[in-house]
């Protein structure tokens, strides 16, 4: 089993930062992907970004150049450095863990951009 439990969602205005955090823990292989989702009201969860435990990392075209993946695999933690918010970006933000196969859930996070 493994837990994920997100961090750092908030309002923000347009234009404006965040950082998303979130720590994994229970059964844990060395060599993992992790990642970040969202879904916005109405729609399907989408990809945002992953990083694979070597560091090769993957973004949605919508946030290229905007949001950083990042990971310490010391403490099984990814992060996401959100700049350049936009209205389009409001979203319940997921945590993922993929491993054997499969995908581990966070409870989801809250970020809307608003002024």
């Known amino acids: 089993q493994v837990q994920l439990v997100e961090s750092g969602g908030g309002l923000v205005q347009p234009g404006g930062s965040l950082r998303l955090s979130c720590a994994a823990s229970g059964i844990i292989f060395p060599i993992n992907t992790m990642g970040w989702y969202r879904q916005a009201p109405g729609k399907q969860r989408e990809l945002v970004a992953t990083i694979t435990t070597g560091g090769t990392t993957d973004y949605a075209d919508s946030v290229k150049d905007r949001f950083t993946i990042s990971r310490d695999n010391t403490k099984n933690a990814v992060y996401l450095q959100m700049n350049s918010l936009k209205p389009e970006d409001t979203a319940v933000y997921y945590c993922?863990?993929?491993?054997?196969?499969?995908?581990?859930w966070g409870q989801g996070t809250q970020v809307t951009v608003s002024s």
């Open positions: 993922s863990l993929y491993q054997f196969s499969r995908n581990s």
